[in-house]
């Protein structure tokens, strides 16, 4: 299955991540994916279901199953309090970053290797 069906050339763009701000590449528009809604103590991400999540050992984790842990966040560890499966499907952006792949995404520090919900 195709995951990608457009890229845009966002190389004037940067992105906060755990390390400081780092340029992004290109900004990948995908397929269809269920929204899941993943709400923590003050943070809430909508992304796919295999949206990445970085936990506090530093383990890369599916939105899907991140219920209960503690993730990663801009103002530190914040545990996951519901993971609530929309039903409801809509085109997704991943971004490219020119180096490091972890950055945050409404405050949660995510990965770039799956799916990224552009919110």
Same mark, same amino acid.
């Given at each position: 299955?195709?995951?990608?069906?457009e890229v845009v050339d966002v190389s004037e763009?940067?992105?906060?991540?755990? !390390? =400081? &701000?780092?340029?992004?590449?290109? $900004?990948?528009?995908?397929?269809?994916?269920? /929204? &899941?809604? !993943?709400?923590?103590?003050?943070?809430?991400?909508?992304?796919?279901?295999?949206?990445?999540? !970085?936990?506090?050992?530093?383990?890369?984790?599916?939105?899907?199953? $991140?219920? =209960?842990?503690?993730?990663?966040?801009? /103002?530190?560890?914040?545990?996951?309090? $519901?993971?609530?499966?929309t039903g409801i499907s809509e085109e997704m952006?991943?971004?490219?970053? $020119?180096?490091?792949h972890k950055y945050y995404t409404n405050g949660?520090?995510?990965?770039?290797?799956?799916?990224? =919900? =552009?919110?």
């Amino acid at each position: 299955m195709k995951k990608f069906t457009e890229v845009v050339d966002v190389s004037e763009w940067e992105v906060e991540t755990d !390390i =400081g &701000y780092v340029d992004i590449n290109k $900004s990948n528009k995908t397929v269809e994916y269920i /929204i &899941y809604e !993943i709400e923590l103590e003050k943070y809430m991400i909508e992304c796919a279901d295999n949206h990445i999540l !970085i936990d506090t050992d530093g383990n890369e984790v599916f939105a899907k199953d $991140s219920h =209960g842990l503690c993730i990663h966040t801009d /103002i530190g560890p914040q545990r996951v309090i $519901s993971v609530n499966n929309t039903g409801i499907s809509e085109e997704m952006y991943d971004i490219q970053l $020119s180096h490091h792949h972890k950055y945050y995404t409404n405050g949660i520090l995510s990965h770039n290797t799956t799916v990224v =919900g =552009g919110y």
